[in-house]
């Protein structure tokens, strides 16, 4: 059974870090990795995506996260830098994952990221 676990999230300051975790169990990542997130009361959106070696970023992130791989890891990385109070979320990695011949998109359950001022 795949199942996504992630980690990292936390209360952090404004301007300050976090790198969330994203580790892949009865699987191993092929293809997308990406990072959404969802604040109170607003749709859930894609901050992240990693692909084929391409990645981008929402423009609201863009210069301040990093998303990352370690393949030997089963695992993906969201490195956030200078949080802002509206980074605070919900957030979430959603990513392919070969289990023998099958390939399934699955989400994570979430870890909640809080900048406090």
């Known amino acids: 059974q795949v199942q996504l676990v992630e980690s990292g999230g936390g209360l952090v300051q404004a301007g300050g870090s976090l790198r969330l975790s994203c580790v892949a169990s009865?699987?191993?990542?092929?293809?997308?990795i990406d990072w959404y997130r969802q604040a109170p009361g607003k749709q859930r959106e894609l901050v992240a995506s990693?692909?084929?070696?391409?990645?981008n970023y929402a423009n609201s992130v863009k210069g301040r996260f990093s998303i990352s791989r370690d393949n030997a890891k089963n695992t993906g990385y969201l490195q956030m830098s200078s949080l802002k109070l509206e980074d605070t979320a919900v957030y979430y990695c959603?990513?392919?994952?070969?289990?023998?011949?099958?390939?399934?998109?699955?989400w994570g359950q979430g870890t909640q990221v809080t900048v406090s001022s």
């Open positions: 959603y990513a392919a994952v070969r289990n023998g011949l099958t390939t399934v998109y699955s």
């Open positions: 009865g699987g191993t990542f092929t293809g997308t």
């Open positions: 990693s692909s084929s070696g391409n990645t």
